[in-house]
């Protein structure tokens, strides 16, 4: 089992910045592929960015070039830098891991970007 807890949201102008972080109770060295995933309201959950162990990196086009998906294995965290923010990037974002026993969820952090 492992827990897997976000931080970081909160109330952002448009243009600005969050970083969100996904900590892990246990390493995530055996995490193969870890993601952030965000669902509006009304909306399905989506895939935003991911990462595997390999440090390979993969996002949904509505956010390259602006939002940047890094973790630290020596920190069980994974990170979700976040610029550039629109009014659309508002949702709830939630951390994903893929560990060899199954998937993992965390509770999600709310992102609002509102003027």
């Known amino acids: 089992q492992v827990q897997l807890v976000e931080s970081g949201g909160g109330l952002v102008q448009p243009g600005g910045s969050l970083r969100l972080s996904c900590a892990a109770s246990?390493?995530?060295?055996?995490?193969?592929?870890m993601g952030w995933y965000r669902q509006a309201p009304g909306k399905e959950r989506e895939l935003v960015a991911r990462?595997?162990?390999?440090?390979?990196?993969d996002y949904a086009n509505f956010v390259k070039g602006r939002f940047a998906i890094s973790r630290d294995n020596a920190k069980n965290t994974m990170y979700l830098e976040m610029n550039s923010l629109k009014s659309e990037d508002t949702a709830v974002y939630y951390c994903?891991?893929?560990?060899?026993?199954?998937?993992?969820w965390g509770q999600g952090t709310q992102v609002t970007v509102s003027s």
């Open positions: 994903n891991a893929a560990a060899p026993e199954g998937d993992y």
């Open positions: 246990r390493s995530i060295l055996t995490m193969n592929l």
């Open positions: 990462i595997t162990s390999a440090f390979v990196k």
